[in-house]
């Protein structure tokens, strides 16, 4: 009885997973050195306002600048100071009151890039599965078909096979009547399973750097090759290394 309870209370924890999108992956965050870049000033501990000199904090304000030699402060209408404060403004562009207080010298846990985020206490960073590809409708074109190839295709990477699957998607986009490979994905979610099955290959792509996954980028790039402009009509050719790998003919 214990244990189909046990299964039952797993069952929902699975189940609210899915429902707030929480599966992703964890990994230790990174400390970086954090450093001054420059020196802000701002109105007392009011950070909204801020400027690079404090002169420019005044004249914000509506206030003059003191011509006091030595002086960083405003006056206002009545004859009366209203002091400046200075801070550090850190490389992560955090701005720290007061000035030269050494701020920027403490460690910044960082994760890789923005598409993780970090723990409260810092310690680790958490990407959701989808989270290098959440708004399908923006992601770069060449891009998504660079990993729908990729994913859908063979952990040998052979140029060929991914080629092929990139053509495919294109002709599907095209005999389909849709804009982009992007709308042919959201509208038809059972093209590629590799975009919403959690394809290991899929989001190592999109989430990666395009240096690392030249082949996958060659196979949409190399499909079509422009050849003329004409008011506003291009001519396209077919990629000769395209042609070979798929045994098709420019002309019929």
């Known amino acids: 009885m214990f244990a189909v309870r046990l299964s039952k209370i797993f069952s929902v ?10 599966s992703g ?27 690079k000199t404090w002169q420019n904090v005044c004249r914000v304000l509506g206030l003059s600048p003191t011509d006091i030699p030595g002086g960083e402060f405003c006056v206002n209408d009545h004859g009366n100071p209203v002091y ?19 701020w920027c010298d403490e460690g910044l846990a960082s994760c890789p890039n923005p598409s993780w985020s970090l723990s409260q206490d ?10 290098c590809w959440k708004d399908i409708e923006n992601v770069n074109q060449l891009k998504l078909l ?16 991914m080629a092929g699957i990139a053509s495919v998607a294109i002709r599907r986009r095209d005999t389909a009547g ?9 509208k038809n979610r059972t093209f590629s399973y590799a975009v919403y099955d959690g394809n290991e290959r899929f989001i190592k792509l999109m989430c990666g750097d395009e240096k690392n996954f030249k082949t996958a980028y060659d196979a949409y ?30 002309c019929r």
């Open 25 to 51: 992956e964890t990994l230790p965050s990174t400390v970086i050195k954090n450093c001054k870049i420059d020196n802000a000033y701002t109105i007392n501990s009011l950070r909204d306002i801020m400027e």
């Open 178 to 186: 849709f804009n982009s490979i992007n709308e042919l994905v959201k």
């Open 84 to 102: 400046i404060q200075g801070g550090d403004l850190c490389a992560d562009s955090s701005f720290k009151i007061p000035i030269n207080f050494g």
């Open 13 to 22: 924890f699975v189940l609210l997973l899915h429902s707030f999108n929480l």
């Open 122 to 131: 810092k310690k680790t960073c958490f990407r959701s599965d989808d989270a």
């Open 221 to 250: 790039e190399n499909t079509y090759i422009s050849t003329a402009i004409r008011g506003k009509t291009i001519f396209w050719k077919l990629d000769d290394q395209f042609l070979k790998a798929n045994g098709a003919l420019q």
């Open 146 to 161: 660079a990993a729908i190839s990729y994913g859908e295709s063979h952990w040998s990477n052979v140029y060929e096979e």
